[in-house]
């Protein structure tokens, strides 16, 4: 097979075969972080709902509905394709996806894409479950998907390079515990940072997380914590870092290929 | 009239080098498989074999030196080359998430096929599958997982395919199923490359054999010249008396089979324990009994062992692991007397 007669036949079946292997286990990658968010939903709206100030005219179970959808799909996002990696290369199926003649960059948007499906699908159902316990708006539509995307797409990555550089199962759980869940935790998922001390707000500020927690929250209620196209610049970059970082990884063979 | 060009090689590498750190898992390594050739690769544990595959898979980078299959380079040309190929990796791994056929069609996938179902069920009936093909792949034995890589190895017809230790721990009905399957392909053209640590396996089915030791070859031969390479064979004799001083040159070590054969009382060595004599030529063997009978010997048992791969193969080891000595001392030898002359200087 001559290098101009190539088709994108194996990065599709790459991409099919990721999504295949969470629906199959659907109920661990779907429902159950459905079911986690719906939990913190229903335990913090019912102690902060009218204790906490957030944007005005905007219910506190109203505000935190989209920051939870957000909040799980940037996680299913990391954990599909950090754990798919991780798995494979502890267990050596690896080398399935090694032989092939596919380059980097298929590679890449096969893993990615599946991510960002599982992500958006956590989201998705999250927000058709928990729509109706909350007066919620659709002020931006197109804002609400871009921002999805957006969010899904870095995380997909960030759990590629994650999936990369762990070469046991405990440390991409390190890499999820200590980076990937203080950092969605501390995005202003369940508070307006315009409540925090000054010195929280300037660290808020450094944390990507919370712009594209932010500019989704944006899509709802037509208003943020900062402009919207900050929000959008500082997620345009870290994909655009993230991705190139995966994909030098990739392209070098790092962990992958001795 | 433009002369036609010769068929590239179905893989040939050319002064191929892999280092880890300080250690050298491939030293140099050059040698050529023509297409449709059964080839041998053979050598003991840590000679460099899977490094050697692992390049020419794409799995690992070499140092320097160059690998191609049929005449794509691996790094420049890796989709003609990678598409060209088929491997059968050594670990039993598995997905866990999918059937047989499942994995078989997600295989077919990669490598740009689609619609593969007739090749995919011909593979499944050759390599007696087809009754697992809706298993999931946790499910299968040891011995269907084995069969199971063979096939993904050729659900894209690879012109060439190598099997790296495919039998290793197989039962005997799964090696000769998968020996007969694999000698129809190579019967249809496929070049075959395959490592194994079942030397009988490999004297029986390879052309031409490479055996390497320490990431270098040291052997590249038709197997039939490589086995007459070392004519004649061994004497093995059970003596009630001592060997004659005239014979002692002649003696070699019991291979591990005779030294395992049934415990005997006596000691290793001692009166009555298995010696064993090299028969450089068979003619020589009338002068060797004639002696043992003149020196009182009574011959208790007796066999005539011909030469084959194994004894090639230990024979080969042994001088070459001589020779590293040999280089080694020199080296020393050599060192000590610049040191010295250093000293000197100084």
């Known amino acids: 097979m001559p290098q101009s007669s190539w088709r994108p036949i194996g990065m599709q079946t790459l991409l099919y075969k990721e999504l295949l292997r969470f629906w199959k286990v659907s109920v661990q990658t779907v429902l159950a972080p459905v079911l986690t968010a719906l939990l913190y939903l229903l335990v913090f709206a019912h102690v902060l709902e009218g204790r906490l100030d957030v944007f005005p005219g905007v219910g506190y179970t109203a505000f935190l509905i989209p920051g939870l959808v957000m909040m799980s ?43 960002m499906v599982r992500g958006l699908a956590v989201g998705a159902v999250l927000l058709a479950v928990t729509v109706w316990f909350a007066d919620l708006h659709f002020a931006a539509p197109g804002w609400i998907l871009i921002f999805a995307i957006l969010g899904s797409a870095i995380l997909g990555t960030i759990g590629l390079i994650g999936g990369i550089w762990a070469e046991k199962f405990d440390q991409i759980a390190a890499f999820q515990n200590f980076i990937v869940m203080p950092a969605t935790f501390l995005s202003g998922v369940f508070y307006s940072i315009h409540g925090l001390p000054p010195f929280w707000q300037t660290v808020s500020h450094l944390n990507p997380f919370f712009y594209m927690v932010d500019g989704f929250r944006h899509g709802f209620f037509g208003v943020s914590d900062v402009a919207l196209h900050t929000s959008l610049s500082v997620c345009l970059v870290t994909l655009i870092v993230s991705a190139t970082l995966a994909m030098r990884l990739l392209a070098s063979g790092y962990r992958l290929r001795n | ?10 893989l040939e590498v050319v002064n191929l080098v892999k280092r880890y750190g300080e250690l050298s898992a491939l030293d140099g390594v050059t040698l050529r498989v023509e297409q449709g050739e059964f080839f041998g690769l053979l050598g003991p544990n840590g000679a460099g074999k899977t490094t050697l595959i692992s390049i020419i898979a794409g799995l690992t980078r070499a140092s320097s030196g160059r690998a191609t299959v049929m005449g794509h380079d691996v790094s420049s040309d890796f989709r003609a080359a990678r598409a060209a190929l088929g491997v059968v ?12 056929r499942e994995v078989l069609r997600l295989q077919s996938g990669y490598f740009g096929l689609r619609r593969n179902d007739a090749w995919i069920d011909e593979i499944l009936d050759g390599l007696g599958l087809t009754s697992k093909a809706n298993v999931n792949m946790r499910a299968l034995s040891g011995g269907m997982k084995r069969r199971v890589l063979v096939a993904q190895a050729l659900v894209h017809r690879p012109p060439v395919i190598v099997l790296d230790e495919p039998t290793a721990g197989v039962d005997v009905e799964l090696r ?25 396996e490999a004297q029986g089915l390879c052309g031409r054999i490479a055996m390497l030791r320490s990431g270098r070859v040291i052997a590249l031969e038709a197997t039939a010249a490589l086995i007459r390479r070392f004519a004649g064979g061994r004497l093995v004799l059970r003596l009630s008396g001592a060997l004659p001083s005239a014979l002692e040159p002649l003696r070699v070590p019991p291979t591990p089979a005779q030294a395992a054969t049934p415990a005997d009382p006596r000691q290793s060595g001692g009166p009555g324990a298995l010696t064993v004599l090299r028969v450089d030529h068979y003619a020589d063997v009338e002068a060797m009994l004639a002696a043992l009978r003149e020196a009182g010997c009574v011959i208790e048992e007796m066999e005539l062992v011909h030469t084959d791969l194994e004894d090639v193969f230990l024979r080969l080891m042994a001088e070459d692991a001589q020779s590293d000595a040999g280089r080694v001392k020199l080296g020393l030898g050599l ?5 010295a002359g250093a000293g000197k200087l100084a």
């Open chain 2, 89 to 100: 990796p050594q670990e039993l791994v598995f997905d866990p998430f999918f059937t047989v």
């Open chain 1, 73 to 115: 799909v940037l996680q299913n996002a990391f954990a599909n394709s950090s754990s798919s990696l991780i798995q494979s290369k502890v267990t050596g199926n690896l080398i399935f996806i090694l032989l092939p003649p596919m380059a980097p960059w298929e590679l890449f948007l096969a893993y990615v894409g599946a991510a």
């Open chain 2, 1 to 10: 009239m433009g002369a036609s060009l010769p068929a590239p090689a179905a």
């Open chain 2, 335 to 339: 060192g000590l007397g610049v040191a």
């Open chain 2, 176 to 200: 000769q199923s998968l020996w007969e399957f694999v000698r129809r392909l190579n019967a249809q053209g496929h070049t075959i490359v395959l490592t194994t640590h079942y030397l009988e």
